[in-house]
């Protein structure tokens, strides 16, 4: 087991976050923050394979990544409960959500440690220029989204004004 | 009144799960190669191997490093009778309780060979029994399973023509197969 299988769940955290916070209508911006971070925790792939870091630091640099992770599901419970008050809602994505989530991130922590083996299914090699097509793709659809968003957020902020008609007595 | 769809949030959703398969892929694909780059081609000692036999002084065997291959340098024949090294080397089985299958075969066979009438490897075991004989003029195969820890000899029959000149050579060159080694650990 290498250290990166916790960037990955890192990774999907912060790729459930921005889902989430879609879901329970959270700012956009925080949307895309969370959504971007994944991006950054696949960009730390590269830059440590690249580089060439040590194992030790790699799995400190993942930790502290996929702590953040963790700190950011805590923290959108807190203010789902906080901001709607519906203890439902705030149940549920403890139970769903964050309990689980802290869990298997207690546990990938702790088999990495213990350098206990897990079998996972082998998977065929996917070409690095499709993985880097994928990413791209992925990157330019966000950014788009992101764009679209901003703009779609500025005429809501200044509404375009209506002229009324004069009514002549 | 009915209220009107969010389209904005629909597409963005949409936006965001089709990045997160693609995101979830990637990363996965990553994780995949950086795996098998962390998979280097490990060493391991050989569990059969070749060593001296009594009569290696005569045969001049040559034992390789770490006992994987053998070579013969001063192997000769009588013109018209058959010589015979009987303990030319030996195939040791190191492993404590698994039996190897073993495969001897001719590789290569250059030289006066025509001049050579006979040339016979023939496995014994402990007891003495034969457990397997290449006829390497005919170049077939022989099947032996070496039992663990347990040594077994090798015997060399070379019978050269009576017609043959003291000046001719041949050189053969055998391959040991063994099946399961590294499978068993």
């Given at each position: 087991?290498?250290?990166?299988?916790i960037?990955?769940l890192g990774?999907?955290i912060?790729?459930?976050?921005?889902?989430?916070?879609?879901?329970?209508?959270?700012?956009?911006?925080?949307?895309?923050?969370?959504?971007?971070?994944?991006?950054?925790?696949?960009?730390?792939?590269?830059?440590?394979?690249?580089?060439?870091?040590?194992?030790?630091?790699?799995?400190?640099?993942?930790l502290?990544?996929l702590g953040?992770g963790i700190?950011?599901v805590?923290?959108?419970?807190?203010?789902?409960?906080?901001?709607?008050?519906?203890?439902?809602?705030?149940?549920?994505?403890?139970?769903?959500?964050?309990?689980p989530l802290l869990l298997s991130s207690f546990l990938a922590t702790?088999?990495?440690?213990?350098?206990?083996?897990?079998?996972?299914?082998?998977?065929?090699?996917?070409?690095?220029?499709?993985?880097?097509?994928?990413?791209?793709?992925?990157?330019?659809?966000?950014?788009?989204?992101?764009?679209?968003?901003?703009?779609?957020?500025?005429?809501?902020?200044?509404?375009?004004?209506?002229?009324?008609?004069?009514?002549?007595? | 009144?009915?209220?009107?769809?969010?389209?904005?949030?629909?597409?963005?959703?949409?936006?965001?799960?089709?990045?997160?398969?693609?995101?979830?892929?990637?990363?996965?694909?990553?994780?995949?190669?950086?795996?098998?780059?962390?998979?280097?081609?490990?060493?391991?000692?050989?569990?059969?191997?070749?060593?001296?036999?009594?009569?290696?002084?005569?045969?001049?065997?040559?034992?390789?490093?770490?006992?994987?291959?053998?070579?013969?340098?001063?192997?000769?024949?009588?013109?018209?009778?058959?010589?015979?090294?009987?303990?030319?080397?030996?195939?040791?089985?190191?492993?404590?309780?698994?039996?190897?299958?073993?495969?001897?075969?001719?590789?290569?066979?250059?030289?006066?060979?025509?001049?050579?009438?006979?040339?016979?490897?023939?496995?014994?075991?402990?007891?003495?029994?034969?457990?397997?004989?290449?006829?390497?003029?005919?170049?077939?195969?022989?099947?032996?399973?070496?039992?663990?820890?347990?040594?077994?000899?090798?015997?060399?029959?070379?019978?050269?023509?009576?017609?043959?000149?003291?000046?001719?050579?041949?050189?053969?060159?055998?391959?040991?197969?063994?099946?399961?080694?590294?499978?068993?650990?």
């Amino acid at each position: 087991m290498l250290p990166e299988f916790i960037g990955i769940l890192g990774i999907d955290i912060f790729l459930l976050l921005s889902i989430v916070t879609c879901l329970f209508d959270l700012p956009a911006l925080i949307q895309y923050v969370y959504h971007i971070s994944a991006f950054v925790g696949l960009g730390q792939f590269w830059i440590t394979n690249v580089f060439g870091i040590n194992e030790e630091t790699r799995f400190l640099v993942y930790l502290a990544y996929l702590g953040i992770g963790i700190a950011n599901v805590i923290f959108i419970n807190t203010y789902i409960h906080a901001r709607d008050e519906r203890i439902v809602w705030t149940t549920s994505f403890l139970c769903g959500i964050t309990i689980p989530l802290l869990l298997s991130s207690f546990l990938a922590t702790s088999l990495y440690l213990n350098k206990i083996e897990i079998s996972l299914p082998s998977m065929p090699l996917v070409p690095i220029e499709v993985i880097l097509a994928t990413v791209f793709v992925s990157a330019i659809a966000i950014v788009g989204s992101l764009i679209a968003s901003s703009i779609s957020s500025e005429r809501n902020r200044f509404p375009p004004i209506r002229k009324d008609r004069e009514v002549k007595k | 009144m009915k209220p009107r769809p969010n389209y904005s949030k629909i597409i963005r959703l949409t936006i965001f799960m089709s990045s997160t398969l693609l995101v979830t892929l990637a990363s996965a694909a990553v994780y995949n190669y950086i795996y098998l780059q962390a998979s280097p081609l490990s060493l391991k000692t050989a569990k059969v191997v070749f060593a001296d036999g009594t009569d290696a002084a005569q045969a001049g065997t040559n034992v390789g490093t770490n006992g994987t291959y053998v070579q013969f340098t001063s192997m000769s024949g009588w013109p018209n009778a058959t010589r015979i090294y009987e303990n030319a080397t030996v195939i040791m089985n190191s492993d404590s309780a698994v039996d190897f299958t073993c495969e001897l075969s001719r590789d290569s066979w250059t030289g006066n060979t025509g001049s050579i009438d006979e040339l016979y490897v023939r496995i014994y075991d402990d007891s003495g029994t034969p457990q397997g004989t290449l006829d390497v003029k005919a170049g077939n195969t022989t099947s032996f399973t070496i039992i663990h820890t347990e040594v077994w000899r090798v015997e060399w029959r070379i019978k050269w023509n009576a017609n043959a000149l003291s000046t001719d050579t041949a050189t053969v060159t055998l391959a040991l197969r063994i099946t399961g080694e590294g499978t068993s650990e």
